[in-house]
């Protein structure tokens, strides 16, 4: 049987005003990185789309 999934922690005082600021922080990439994360994205699509079409096959 599956583990019971435990509650989110509630973040108070000075973490909760770290966790704030970090949200609201804007993250910038360069184009190299940017076609990076897009070329590792396109990457993981192919290899699921690989996997769903090997696991029809043998089914």
Do not use: C, H, W, Y
Not at 4 to 19: N, S, V, W, Y
Not at 33 to 58: C, Q
């Amino acid at each position: 049987m599956a583990r019971p999934i435990k509650e989110t922690p509630i973040l108070f005082g000075e973490d909760a005003r770290r966790f704030v600021e970090r949200m609201n922080q804007v993250r910038r990439e360069t184009p190299e990185e940017r076609e990076r994360r897009l070329a590792n994205f396109e990457l993981a699509m192919k290899m699921l789309d690989l996997g769903e079409r090997t696991k029809k096959k043998s089914v």
